[in-house]
């Protein structure tokens, strides 16, 4: 009869257990339904800007622009994280002065738009790096938007070689020097309607993809600003320096 009584006993814990896995089951199929049909839909209007950018596709085929070949790619990654399967990375040489300068020039205006500055300072010659342009690209845009959205009006990006690395320092000069009409710049004002909040996602991208690349990440904030530091290790170098 104890048995008995135990057996009878033990039934709404297994049902429940049952219930509990299979309702786990069904929430991670809508979930996963929900993120492929969001990927779909981010996809369309990629696609549209990068016909818009490109035009006609010559002989040469179309190339992409910066942001939107940094987007699909940003899609890939949570496309395979999604659906399974191993995402291309495609790893190659990568000219470091091209790659920095392009991150500097994607958002200058973002910058001016929250009245700062942002100043390049290129003392590595030539430097290649190897590994995923497009998630180098990723990390130093982060690194830049956060000195932008963070950090003072004066934001210098200072690049160098040091011990077969390239050494990228990202510096603000803090919030105390902002202006009081910083507030009210369109970027501000944008941020606030957005309902932005911080996760740290940004600085979370950066080290992982420093440590994937073989290289080192260091960030450090005080009242007179912040500094980020990415060194990534050189492939090769090209002859010349530049000052």
């Given at each position: 009869?104890?048995?008995?009584?135990?057996?009878?006993?033990?039934?709404?814990?297994?049902?429940?257990?049952?219930?509990?896995?299979?309702?786990?089951?069904?929430?991670?199929?809508?979930?996963?339904?929900?993120?492929?049909?969001?990927?779909?839909?981010?996809?369309?209007?990629?696609?549209?800007?990068?016909?818009?950018?490109?035009?006609?596709?010559?002989?040469?085929?179309?190339?992409?622009?910066?942001?939107?070949?940094?987007?699909?790619?940003?899609?890939?990654?949570?496309?395979?994280?999604?659906?399974?399967?191993?995402?291309?990375?495609?790893?190659?040489?990568?000219?470091?002065?091209?790659?920095?300068?392009?991150?500097?020039?994607?958002?200058?205006?973002?910058?001016?738009?929250?009245?700062?500055?942002?100043?390049?300072?290129?003392?590595?010659?030539?430097?290649?790096?190897?590994?995923?342009?497009?998630?180098?690209?990723?990390?130093?845009?982060?690194?830049?938007?956060?000195?932008?959205?963070?950090?003072?009006?004066?934001?210098?990006?200072d690049a160098s070689t040091r011990?077969?690395r390239l050494h990228i320092a990202?510096?603000?000069?803090?919030?105390?020097?902002?202006?009081?009409?910083?507030?009210?710049?369109?970027?501000?004002?944008?941020?606030?309607?957005?309902?932005?909040?911080?996760?740290?996602?940004?600085?979370?991208?950066?080290?992982?993809?420093?440590?994937?690349?073989?290289?080192?990440?260091?960030?450090?904030?005080?009242?007179?600003?912040?500094?980020?530091?990415?060194?990534?290790?050189?492939?090769?170098?090209?002859?010349?320096?530049?000052?």
């Amino acid at each position: 009869m104890t048995r008995f009584g135990g057996a009878e006993a033990g039934w709404p814990l297994g049902a429940a257990l049952v219930f509990l896995v299979v309702g786990q089951r069904l929430r991670a199929v809508r979930l996963r339904k929900t993120l492929n049909e969001a990927l779909h839909e981010l996809r369309r209007p990629l696609q549209s800007l990068a016909l818009m950018a490109t035009g006609p596709v010559g002989a040469a085929g179309p190339r992409l622009p910066g942001t939107v070949h940094l987007a699909l790619s940003a899609l890939a990654r949570i496309d395979a994280e999604i659906n399974g399967g191993e995402r291309r990375r495609p790893l190659g040489p990568v000219p470091g002065r091209a790659l920095v300068e392009a991150a500097v020039g994607r958002w200058r205006s973002r910058a001016s738009l929250a009245g700062a500055k942002i100043e390049l300072r290129w003392r590595a010659g030539l430097p290649l790096l190897r590994g995923d342009r497009a998630e180098l690209a990723q990390a130093l845009d982060n690194l830049i938007v956060n000195a932008i959205e963070h950090g003072g009006p004066m934001i210098t990006v200072d690049a160098s070689t040091r011990r077969g690395r390239l050494h990228i320092a990202v510096a603000d000069s803090g919030t105390a020097n902002r202006p009081p009409s910083r507030r009210e710049s369109p970027s501000e004002a944008i941020a606030r309607l957005t309902g932005r909040r911080r996760h740290g996602h940004g600085l979370a991208v950066v080290r992982r993809v420093a440590a994937a690349h073989g290289g080192r990440f260091v960030f450090d904030r005080t009242e007179r600003g912040a500094l980020a530091v990415l060194e990534l290790p050189l492939g090769a170098e090209r002859h010349g320096r530049v000052a």
